[in-house]
């Protein structure tokens, strides 16, 4: 399985941007995804999550209301709608596909991980 993030850039607070998990392997639409992000100094933490079906999904409260994930497992990618940007967004996103089908939090059960694409907020 590999994972592909893309629609990363350099934008001002408040803009928008849409990332993008592209993966290869038909089994891809079995499984839970996640979007982590990683700024420099900080540890990596999971932004959102989304189950196989695209019904369950998880949201860490500093993103909640501004970001959204989707899935749309005809085209085997997962997406990141990232609304009304911060400088505390900045960071390098990366998605991972877990080992099961349902929304998890826990890091360990992430198995694929996918290059990670840049975000950079300006203020």
């Known amino acids: 399985v590999q994972l592909q993030a893309s629609g990363g850039g350099l934008v001002q607070a408040g803009d928008s941007l849409r990332l993008s998990c592209a993966a290869s392997g038909r089994t891809f639409s079995a499984y839970a995804v996640g979007w982590f992000r990683q700024a420099p100094g900080k540890e990596r933490e999971l932004v959102a999550a989304i189950n196989w079906s695209g019904v369950d999904t998880y949201y860490a409260d500093s993103v909640k209301g501004r970001f959204t994930i989707s899935r749309d497992n005809a085209k085997n990618t997962v997406y990141l709608q990232l609304n009304s940007l911060k400088p505390e967004d900045t960071a390098n996103y990366y998605c991972?596909?877990?080992?099961?089908?349902?929304?998890?939090?826990?890091?360990?059960?992430?198995?694929?991980w996918g290059q990670g694409t840049q975000v950079t907020v300006s203020s």
């Open positions: 991972a596909r877990t080992a099961g089908a349902v929304v998890t939090t826990t890091i360990r059960q992430y198995n694929y």
